[in-house]
């Protein structure tokens, strides 16, 4: 059974970093984007960054570019999300999710459609505040 777990949120000030990990367990495939979404009270859930099957390609929303990055661990079937210059505009319930990849055309693409992702994990929470 799929299994996506994320784990590394909590509480920081300002400026502060945190890294967030997603483990990826009983996948019947090796080829698949992982993104992370996040979703802040009273909001809705909008896509972070994500990095293609091959992990040569990522994206990034703007509100993050320069102080997030995304990477993956393939040995490990982790992919991290390593969050920097914290602000409190970041506050929110963070996701990983899975999106299956069978075409070799996409191995070197992701998208931050969160329709296109099937596989969820249960969040993780990401408090900025002094």
């Known amino acids: 059974q799929l299994q996506l777990v994320e784990s590394g949120g909590g509480l920081v000030q300002p400026g502060g970093s945190l890294r967030l990990s997603c483990a990826v367990s009983?996948?019947?495939?090796?080829?698949?984007?992982i993104a992370w979404f996040r979703q802040a009270p009273g909001k809705e859930r909008e896509g972070v960054s994500c990095?293609?099957?091959?992990?040569?390609?990522?994206n990034y929303v703007d509100s993050v570019k320069g102080r997030f990055t995304i990477s993956r661990e393939s040995a490990q079937n982790t992919v991290y999300l390593q969050m920097n210059l914290l602000k409190d505009e970041d506050t929110a319930i963070y996701y990983c999710?899975?999106?299956?990849?069978?075409?070799?055309?996409?191995?070197?693409?992701?998208?931050?459609?969160?329709?296109?992702?099937?596989?969820w994990g249960q969040g993780t929470q990401v408090t900025v505040s002094s």
């Open positions: 999710a899975l999106k299956d990849v069978r075409s070799k055309l996409l191995q070197h693409s992701c998208t931050l459609d969160l329709r296109s992702y099937k596989n």
């Open positions: 009983g996948s019947s495939s090796d080829s698949y984007a």
């Open positions: 990095i293609s099957p091959s992990g040569r390609n990522t």
